[in-house]
T-cell receptor
Framework: SAVISQKPSRDICQRGTSLTIQCQVDSQVTMMFWYRQQPGQSLTLIATANQGSEATYESGFVIDKFPISRPNLTFSTLTVSNMSPEDSSIYLC???????????FGSGTRLTVV | GQQLNQSPQSMFIQEGEDVSMNCTSSSIFNTWLWYKQDPGEGPVLLIALYKAGELTSNGRLTAQFGITRKDSFLNISASIPSDVGIYFCAGRTSGTYKYIFGTGTRLKVLA
């Protein structure tokens, strides 16, 4: 299965600032996703990152707050903008490889906003 | 967003005991997945199920796709300390690429 490298692994940020998280996959994949996992909670889909076009956002998530780029089939970024303490979460990149019906996850970015 | 109900929410067990957990949905799914998440890591796929009634094993783990297609079960036999973690189910209906994740079962094993 695909190997996903996610950076940074963790960060502590000041409120009002922005953080960009990178997701690099070792093979070309069709589907890439960004999830949020709030402390002690399950995984919530933020958006599907579409190669060469705007991401598809889930209800409750907007592009101004979580801009996403996907310039090619192996790389995507998620930016958490104008952060507040409520944004403190683990952010996870995941992919679905062609021919597989399951998701592979990166190790996540643990974000703390102070 | 929609979530699947997992039970139990958490459990403490003795090393060597068997563990059972389940996941239920109001929707019919055509795929069920079971993941384990260790602290500081992303979820790792344990077992994938594609057909109602399917029973699949991965070492000491066995998972079943419920015949109603609205539930799934995971069993861990002879638990060991490294089984500690959070177990998530995930389900997907036909016609969508998105998985819905369960609320998670937090497992703690007492040596």
């Amino acid at each position: 299965s695909a190997v996903i490298s996610q950076k940074p692994s963790r960060d502590i940020c000041q409120r009002g600032t922005s953080l960009t998280i990178q997701c690099q996959v070792d093979s070309q994949v069709t589907m890439m996703f960004w999830y949020r996992q709030q402390p002690g909670q399950s995984l919530t889909l933020i958006a599907t990152a579409n190669q060469g076009s705007e991401a598809t956002y889930e209800s409750g998530f907007v592009i101004d707050k979580f801009p996403i780029s996907r310039p090619n089939l192996t790389f995507s970024t998620l930016t958490v903008s104008n952060m507040s303490p409520e944004d403190s979460s683990i952010y996870l990149c995941s992919v679905e490889e062609k021919g597989q019906a399951s998701y592979t996850f990166g190790s996540g970015t643990r974000l703390t906003v102070v | 967003g929609q979530q699947l109900n997992q039970s139990p929410q958490s459990m403490f067990i003795q090393e060597g005991e068997d563990v059972s957990m389940n996941c239920t949905s109001s929707s019919i799914f055509n795929t069920w997945l079971w993941y384990k998440q260790d602290p500081g890591e992303g979820p790792v796929l344990l077992i994938a199920l594609y057909k109602a009634g399917e029973l699949t094993s991965n070492g000491r783990l066995t998972a079943q796709f419920g015949i109603t297609r609205k539930d799934s079960f995971l069993n861990i036999s002879a638990s060991i300390p490294s089984d500690v973690g959070i177990y998530f189910c995930a389900g997907r209906t036909s016609g969508t690429y998105k998985y819905i994740f369960g609320t998670g079962t937090r497992l703690k094993v007492l040596a």
